[in-house]
């Protein structure tokens, strides 16, 4: 009979993305953040690829992705309020981890593969910085579909994409909790 973790399952059951617009300095330190990034590249990875890096955006690179948004914004036509919303993202944090997916070629992983895995590191950095007493929120939006974003400000290749923004700081308030699935209606149970 296998032995639960509770306290795992315990806060797997309970655990809630705080809004990146709640969180605010002070953020993890290198030291702190080490663990954190450690702890998520513990996912599945056939193969053993590695298909993801991180890119640790402080404060002044936050600054200055900010303005490139403004910037690339105003280049596509789009509207201020959405272009606003975007540059909040970036000039509103004190901390983002962007979780970069790098294609492997390999005959023996598929790139769907590659990319499930570096979902998984988007999640497992999510509650990895969650369980470390941090808050933190998953997020993306137009910017890192923006090929002159990310070969820009990010400093991207051609074969590289964000799968996941993570932002982490001090939760400043707890949001209320939020209708979850009904286990029930979305799982089929399979016999024969």
């Not at 993801?52 to 910037?71: I, N, Q, S, Y």
């Amino acid at each position: 009979m296998p032995i639960p973790n509770q306290p795992v399952i315990d806060f797997l059951l309970s655990r809630r993305s705080r809004p990146a617009r709640t969180l605010k300095a002070p953020v993890p330190t290198r030291d702190e953040l080490t663990p954190i990034l450690t702890a998520a590249t513990r996912v599945p990875d056939h193969g053993k690829l590695e298909p993801w890096r991180f890119l640790v955006l402080e404060k002044p690179a936050l600054t200055r992705l900010a303005g490139l948004v403004a910037e690339r914004g105003e280049a596509l036509g789009m509207d201020a309020e959405q272009i606003t919303k975007s540059v909040a993202q970036f000039a509103d944090a004190d901390l983002v981890v962007a979780v970069i997916k790098c294609a492997r070629a390999t005959d023996k992983v598929s790139d769907i593969e590659q990319t499930l895995s570096a979902g998984a590191v988007c999640l497992s950095l999510l509650n990895a910085a969650l369980a470390s007493g941090w808050g933190a929120n998953w997020l993306t939006g137009w910017a890192v579909e923006d090929e002159v974003f990310c070969e820009t400000g990010l400093g991207l290749a051609f074969d590289e994409w964000v799968p996941g923004l993570i932002h982490i700081g001090t939760e400043t308030s707890t949001p209320p909790d939020r209708p979850r699935p009904d286990i029930s209606k979305i799982t089929t149970w399979v016999s024969k």
